[in-house]
């Protein structure tokens, strides 16, 4: 059974497509400096695996 | 939606998000579909704090527990996953041909196999991954950038439009 599609490729993407591109990944990078700053107790859900 | 996760494995440390995808910035259609039908596309992010041994087999399963976890109790949630070429991956399996993958290929090829492995021994069924590649070269140099929606069938039409939309800024 296929649960994965076959993947979209798209060559040389517009300009316009990767300006976009550009704002989700700065907007990535805000997130990850959002998650390295977490305190601890600030997690839903924690875990320590032996 | 906006939930965490932190996994600790001696000295690694895994950081875990999904937060809500900002959709003001798709077409009016799009964010009607979304809207009227109450979707929520969430970002899936995957972040390694400290440590660079190996991520073992025990920290996928639990991250991907978590996870589907999360999409099952949340029956109109989309799942968005951008494959980042922001941090690397340290002691990465370079044994099966691995060796010169981009790092952000690496991880769409981890993230489709983690899928795939986890719908079948589960025996779930209605749920699609969407992989979409944009290779963005001019000579033979530059990147590629991979990115994928995990959608419950009944919203594939919602990914369609996403697919369409980009393929259409993308003039193609």
Same mark, same amino acid.
């Given at each position: 059974?296929?649960?994965?599609?076959?993947? *979209?490729?798209?060559?040389?993407?517009?300009?316009? $497509? *990767?300006?976009?591109?550009?704002? $989700?990944?700065?907007?990535?990078?805000?997130? *990850?400096?959002? $998650?390295?700053?977490?305190?601890?107790?600030?997690?839903?859900?924690?875990?320590? $695996?032996s | 939606m906006e939930a965490s996760y932190s996994i600790v494995q001696k000295e690694n440390e895994y950081r875990i998000l999904l937060t809500s995808v900002n959709t003001e910035v798709l077409p009016a259609h799009i964010q009607e579909a979304i809207k009227s039908r109450g979707i929520d596309i969430s970002e899936l992010i995957i972040e390694r704090i400290s440590g660079e041994s190996t991520t073992g087999?025990?920290?996928?399963?639990? &991250?991907? #527990?978590? +996870?589907?976890?999360?999409?099952?109790?949340?029956?109109?949630?989309?799942?968005?996953?951008?494959?980042?070429? &922001?941090t690397p991956i340290p002691s990465r399996n370079e044994k099966s041909g691995n060796k010169n993958m981009p790092v952000n290929a690496y991880r769409s090829r981890l993230f489709t196999h983690i899928f795939d492995t986890y719908m079948a021994s589960h025996q779930v069924s209605g749920v699609t991954n969407t992989p979409i590649q944009l290779d963005n070269y001019e000579n033979g +140099?530059?990147? #590629?950038?991979?990115?994928?929606? &995990?959608?419950?069938? &009944?919203?594939?039409?919602?990914?369609?439009?996403?697919?369409?939309?980009?393929?259409?800024? #993308?003039?193609?």
């Open positions: 059974m296929a649960y994965t599609k076959e993947t *979209l490729v798209i060559s040389n993407p517009s300009d316009k $497509l *990767l300006k976009v591109v550009e704002r $989700l990944r700065t907007h990535k990078r805000t997130q *990850l400096e959002k $998650l390295r700053n977490m305190k601890s107790e600030e997690f839903s859900r924690r875990v320590i $695996l | 087999q025990d920290v996928l399963h639990d &991250i991907t #527990s978590w +996870v589907a976890e999360l999409f099952a109790s949340n029956p109109k949630l989309i799942i968005y996953y951008s494959c980042d070429d &922001i +140099v530059g990147y #590629s950038l991979f990115f994928h929606f &995990i959608a419950r069938d &009944i919203h594939i039409d919602i990914v369609e439009m996403l697919k369409e939309d980009i393929l259409e800024v #993308s003039g193609k």
